[in-house]
């Protein structure tokens, strides 16, 4: 079947406008994450979704960003009022039940003029 | 908190050369530990895993051991190809409360001459 996607593959946007970042998790899959892959700061865990519990939010640099899952599959990363330090390749992964493998998308690299 | 530590690169090497990418890590408990591979252009894959002491994990010729006296979880080839190149990860599983949140390393370069 069909891996993780994202879209859109790359954005580019204004410092100060708001973006959403899509990702489409392998079905069935009922855990979601999301990274971030920045230069300054490696790879770094943003959220985690299982299932319908409340998300594991920790890794939110800033109140700026926020994330959904609705149903349980499609998940929305949205950051408001973008800040140049925003720019990265944002990265999610899905995972099955159990202590399964990441799987990882290609990833959406967003640049902030 | 969690942290993994892995060799800075770029490293290069010659085909058929033996490649080391070293690796450790700093966690609570018993964490299960991975090595991810991104090919240029690609996205990040699942190398190998191992998810307890002694363990090795080992896939495309690549291997490392799961060593919990040193903390280590170091990456090895005994010949390398070119297809080899790409950055290669470290990270290690926070399995808190399930969450499985992974910590990686900062990513080590690899470039394998013909």
């Known amino acids: 079947g069909a891996g993780v996607s994202q879209s859109p593959s790359n954005k580019v946007t204004e410092k100060g406008k708001d973006v959403e970042l899509r990702c489409d998790p392998i079905s069935g899959h009922t855990a979601l994450y999301w990274y971030r892959q920045s230069l300054g700061q490696g790879l770094e865990f943003l959220i985690y979704f299982q299932g319908n519990s409340a998300p594991d939010k920790s890794g939110l640099p800033s109140d700026r960003f926020s994330a959904e899952r609705t149903g349980g599959s499609v998940s929305t990363l949205t950051i408001q009022r973008t800040q140049q330090e925003d720019s990265a390749v944002y990265l999610c992964?899905?995972?099955?039940?159990?202590?399964?493998?990441?799987?990882f998308g290609p990833g959406t690299r967003l640049t902030v003029l | 908190g969690d942290s993994v530590t892995q060799m800075e690169g770029p490293v290069t090497l010659s085909e058929e050369a033996f490649l080391t990418i070293n690796c450790t890590y700093t966690a609570t408990g018993y964490p299960s530990l991975f090595w991810y591979v991104q090919y240029p252009g690609e996205g990040l894959q699942l190398l190998l895993k191992?998810?307890?002491?002694?363990d090795k994990g080992s896939n495309k010729g690549f291997e490392a051991t799961y060593r919990k006296e040193t903390t280590s979880f170091h990456l090895e080839k005994g010949s390398v190809q070119v297809s080899d190149s790409a950055v290669y990860f470290c990270a290690l599983s926070d399995r808190v409360q399930g969450a499985q949140k992974l910590v990686f390393g900062q990513g080590t370069r690899l470039t394998i001459n013909p």
């Open positions: 191992a998810t307890k002491a002694d």
């Open positions: 992964a899905s995972r099955s039940t159990g202590a399964g493998e990441q799987f």
